[in-house]
């Protein structure tokens, strides 16, 4: 059966983030009707989940987790790569009391070692007793992790898919630790700052307020699920703030950027966020043909912030995309720190 995508509009009144816990937030917007949504490269749907769905599923991975014989408070360390699985993951682990880490997924040709190297150190670091990634890069995760107290490193649809003895779920408090996240090691090794649900939570709620987010916003992201602005801002924003989010995989935007402005066009987006560079190479690639395709003007709010801001970048991505639609006054200066949430 092929995935429809979820609604931008739906039935269930808007709650701007005030939960205890990200497990509550899922609750709430489990009960209507929007969710999650996974495109190629080629803008083919591929995967689609409904936060019903989500939460339905994250339980019962949750108890699965605990069969295993990982305990609430142990690390999850998974690979941070744009798939249903790793949201998949993060969620599960929040229902089980476990807490995810979030590792880089990004290998350069010729690099294979640094980022073993790089893998190895956050393993290390953050003590985890549990490793996962996707198919492609169970090889990494593995060597990365020889020698080192994991207990165990695996496929993620491989426990998903063993027939472990389920237990009970435990219960989770506004103090326990939500996750790990690492900084971007810009100036230095990347370090662990730990985020409890309680103030998470507030970080989501001050964002919801700072964007102004309604029922009616859609999200659009192509940002790796291992750097702030990826992970909270459009992962666990969209899910707080119950709208719906489509999904690019940053390898497949580096590749076709004008994708972005497709599925922009196409899902009527409102709020996507993005650094300079990506700006500047989309603004770069589009052909003059293109533009009577595009349709940008329900893009209200356009982030950037991650490197430099530099206006001649969003002057030539707003005269280039104008007569799309797209107004100049979206663009929105932000910044993600792990280390002031």
């Keep these: 059966m092929q995935p429809i995508t979820t609604p931008t509009l739906h039935s269930l009144p808007q709650r701007p983030a005030d939960f205890p816990t990200l497990t509550a937030a899922l609750d709430y917007a489990a009960l209507g ?8 490269g080629h803008g083919a749907l591929y995967a689609s989940w409904p936060y019903k769905d989500l939460r339905e599923q994250s339980v019962k991975l949750a108890g699965k987790l605990l069969g295993l014989g990982f305990s609430k408070g142990e690390r999850v360390a998974l690979i941070a ?24 997924a990004s290998i350069k040709v ?16 953050s003590d985890a007793a549990l490793a996962l990634s996707t198919d492609g890069y169970l ?14 490193v695996s496929t ?16 989770i408090e506004p103090d326990d630790i939500a996750y790990i996240q690492y900084t971007s090691g ?9 985020i409890e649900h309680r103030t998470a939570m507030a970080n989501l709620q001050a964002i919801m307020h700072g964007l102004a987010m309604s029922p009616e916003d859609r999200m659009m992201s192509w940002l790796p699920y291992y750097h702030d602005m990826g992970l909270v801002g459009f992962v666990l924003v969209p899910m707080s703030a119950q709208v719906s989010i489509d999904y690019l995989d940053t390898r497949e935007f580096a590749m076709r950027p004008r ?13 996507s966020f993005a650094p300079s560079f990506g700006y500047d190479l989309c603004a770069r690639r589009v052909r003059p043909a293109d533009i009577e395709s595009y349709d940008l003007s329900n893009w209200r709010v356009a982030g950037i912030g991650a490197e430099m801001i530099r206006p001649e970048t969003l002057e030539h991505f707003a005269d280039v995309l104008g007569s799309c639609g797209f107004d100049r006054r979206a663009f929105l200066a932000c910044y993600g720190m792990a280390e002031t949430t």
């Design 33 to 40: 009707e929007t969710g999650m949504n996974f495109f190629d």
């Design 81 to 104: 790569e744009t798939h249903p699985d790793f949201v998949l993951y993060v969620f599960a682990c929040q229902y089980a009391g476990l807490i995810p880490v979030a590792l880089p």
């Design 110 to 125: 010729g690099a294979h070692r640094a980022y073993v190297e790089q893998l190895r150190r956050l393993l290390e670091a």
């Design 139 to 152: 090889t990494f995760l593995q060597e990365a992790s020889e020698g080192l107290n994991v207990r165990k």
């Design 156 to 171: 993620m649809q491989a426990v998903v898919n063993s027939p472990t003895v389920v237990k009970p779920l435990p219960t």
């Design 186 to 194: 810009s100036t230095r090794f990347p370090r662990g700052v730990v």
């Design 259 to 271: 994708q972005w402005l497709n599925l922009m066009t196409r899902t009527r987006a409102t709020i």
